[in-house]
């Protein structure tokens, strides 16, 4: 019954890919100052993946040159319920039981409807 808090998650372990901010800015074609706010902004979400590491950025969190659909507005609703980013990047890459994959998979492949819901229903 002990579940693991979100904060506990190992995320290095949990997303497979990191990108640093200045990779981060050349694929989606901005500066590493834009990466910074926008990560302020809640447009993006960033965290110390292992010990000694510097912030970065959960490199799923980009497609095509463009942050995911859908992952701005998802992460300034989880922060409004007092989530912080590396709670919701554990959130994000955790597989979900009736969701075919994690909640990433579900925003990159346009199924977004449900992993908003989903947000929701956790600040009850």
Do not use: C
Not at 90 to 117: H, M, Y
């Amino acid at each position: 019954m002990s579940e693991t808090r979100l904060a506990d998650h190992d995320l290095a372990a949990l997303v497979p890919e990191w990108i640093d901010w200045a990779e981060t800015a050349r694929l989606l074609d901005v500066t590493v100052g834009k990466v910074k706010t926008m990560i302020r902004d809640h447009d993006l979400a960033a965290a110390v993946p292992a010990p000694g590491e510097g912030q970065k950025v959960p490199a799923a969190f980009v497609q095509d040159g463009l942050v995911v659909k859908g992952l701005p507005g998802l992460l300034t609703l989880m922060h409004d319920n007092r989530y912080d980013d590396r709670e919701i990047i554990a959130w994000l890459f955790l597989e979900q039981d009736d969701l075919p994959g994690s909640p990433i998979d579900a925003l990159r492949e346009n199924r977004g409807t449900e992993v908003k819901r989903r947000a929701q229903a956790m600040a009850f």
